[in-house]
């Protein structure tokens, strides 16, 4: 069965500062990968997704996230981060090879200081 | 616009009084799924659905029932709340080979 370890619960940065937040998966086959993001009381944004191809991978918001298959890891990036972006973050794992049934790490709380 | 409806948004109600959450989707996708949100455990699935009629339990199914009998719906039944499935619910809709999970915007369940 595939898991996924976010092993960051909550993160603080400075806004500008850059951002990294770890996910580190496991799955028998090629993983589908995703990071999604959650703002205070509303639902799942989709940042970005790994099917192949080239491991780094380019999403919304000036995200982006490298897969690196040696070290099971899928971490999410951030050169600059914005005031914005503050919200809880979600590494998932798709089975199948698709988004049809998702296993999601815990979450990372992201806390941006003016 | 592409969208998976849940409804209702916000949700108190009592130990053993059934209940039932929609969700609707306008994607003619074949695939849709509940989850629940918990702090700390991230979402887990509950129940996914193939296709009409098809249905099978996701990692936490105890306490649920779901039913799909036309495309577009897919229901998420309590029939007998108790406190701990209080909880943050999403419905999801994907195509068959889709690449990406459209999520409905939850619904906050308290049962007392």
């Known amino acids: 069965a595939q898991s996924v370890t976010q092993p960051d619960i909550h993160i603080t940065v400075s806004e500008g500062a850059s951002l990294e937040l770890r996910c580190n998966y496991s799955y028998g086959a090629t993983p589908y990968l995703f990071w999604y993001v959650q703002s205070p009381g509303q639902g799942l944004q989709l940042l970005l997704k790994y099917f192949s191809g080239d491991t780094l991978v380019q999403g919304i918001k000036g995200f982006e996230a490298e897969f690196k298959r040696s070290q099971s890891s899928f971490n999410l990036r951030k050169p600059s981060v914005h005031w914005s972006d503050a919200a809880e973050y979600f590494c998932?794992?798709?089975?199948?090879?698709?988004?049809?049934?998702?296993?999601f790490g815990s979450g990372t709380q992201l806390t941006v200081l003016p | 616009e592409a969208q998976v409806t849940q409804n209702p948004r916000y949700l108190i109600t009592v130990t053993g009084k059934k209940l039932t959450v929609t969700c609707s989707q306008n994607?003619?996708?074949?695939?849709m799924s509940w989850y629940r949100q918990d702090p700390g455990l991230g979402l887990r699935q509950i129940y996914y659905?193939?296709?009409?009629?098809?249905?099978d339990k996701g990692d936490v199914p105890e306490g649920y029932k779901v039913s799909r009998k036309e495309k577009r719906n897919f229901p998420l039944i309590l029939e007998s709340p108790s406190p701990n499935q209080t909880s943050l619910y999403f419905c999801?809709?994907?195509?068959?080979?889709?690449?990406?999970?459209?999520f409905g915007q939850g619904t906050r369940l308290t049962v007392v």
């Open positions: 998932a794992v798709g089975a199948w090879g698709s988004a049809r049934q998702l296993t």
């Open positions: 994607m003619n996708h074949e695939y």
């Open positions: 999801a809709s994907t195509r068959a080979s889709g690449t990406e999970a459209f």
């Open positions: 659905s193939m296709n009409v009629e098809v249905t």
